[in-house]
């Protein structure tokens, strides 16, 4: 068992290392003098953020921008694995937004499911991964996205980045959904994080 979570936990922390309507008016605040926006300049804001859907992915969430795909290979204990990440970086924002997805084996999935040992595997991951960036936990609950079980991390770095971060298990497949800025930053985008992650949908 102790072997099986350690596996875990390197399934998640691995993704973490790579390192889910909204209100636009706090992105263009945050870029302005404090000056009335007219309806054109409104619309050039408002159409940053699209609807992206991915069909391997299988899932759907607001970008602001068009993501980059990328694409890495890593060997665990249960073979070479692939880590597929979406990422629009903003750095007239110092934002970044990713979402990153891993298949495991399913039978491997399907022991942890059996042994109720799935959100016990996030926790310690999470752990993991925290330690790997010497992350400062904000705030943490738990999360579900349907039927699926899944965790919400807030937490800074110590090189001053601040991270919300979702984690959830569907079917044998982890996603992460990540929103991450500077401190200096986060009041102007608290919004544009949350509801980054709030717009992320499962497709069929």
């Keep these: 068992m102790i072997s099986m979570i350690t596996k875990t936990t390197k399934l998640i922390s691995v993704i973490s290392v790579i390192s889910v309507p909204l209100v636009i008016m706090s992105i263009y605040n945050d870029q302005t003098t404090?000056?009335?926006?007219?309806?054109?300049?409104?619309?050039?804001?408002?159409?940053?953020w699209q609807?992206?859907?991915?069909?391997?992915?299988?899932?759907?969430v607001l970008?602001?921008?068009?993501?980059?795909?990328?694409?890495?290979?890593?060997?665990?204990?249960?073979?070479?694995?692939?880590?597929?990440?979406?990422?629009?970086?903003?750095?007239?924002?110092?934002?970044?937004?990713?979402?990153?997805?891993?298949?495991?084996?399913?039978?491997?999935?399907q022991l942890l499911r059996s042994r109720n040992l799935v959100e016990q595997?996030?926790?310690?991951?999470?752990?993991?991964?925290?330690q790997r960036v010497r992350g400062?936990?904000?705030?943490?609950?738990?999360?579900?996205?349907?039927?699926?079980?899944?965790?919400?991390?807030?937490?800074t770095t110590a090189d001053g980045k601040v991270v919300k971060q979702r984690v959830f298990l569907v079917d044998n497949r982890f996603y992460q959904i990540t929103a991450e800025t500077t401190q200096k930053r986060q009041r102007f985008l608290t919004r544009s994080m949350q509801g980054f992650c709030d717009s992320f949908r499962l497709l069929p």
């Design 34 to 48: 404090g000056q009335t926006p007219n309806t054109s300049q409104l619309a050039q804001v408002k159409s940053i």
């Design 51 to 60: 609807r992206f859907s991915s069909r391997e992915g299988k899932f759907s």
């Design 63 to 109: 970008f602001p921008g068009t993501p980059r795909l990328s694409q890495q290979k890593m060997t665990s204990d249960n073979g070479e694995l692939q880590v597929n990440l979406f990422t629009v970086n903003r750095p007239q924002e110092e934002a970044k937004y990713t979402v990153a997805y891993i298949d495991y084996p399913a039978q491997y999935i």
């Design 136 to 155: 400062t936990i904000v705030s943490e609950e738990k999360k579900t996205l349907g039927d699926n079980v899944g965790i919400e991390v807030n937490y």
């Design 121 to 130: 595997a996030i926790e310690q991951g999470k752990s993991t991964a925290l």
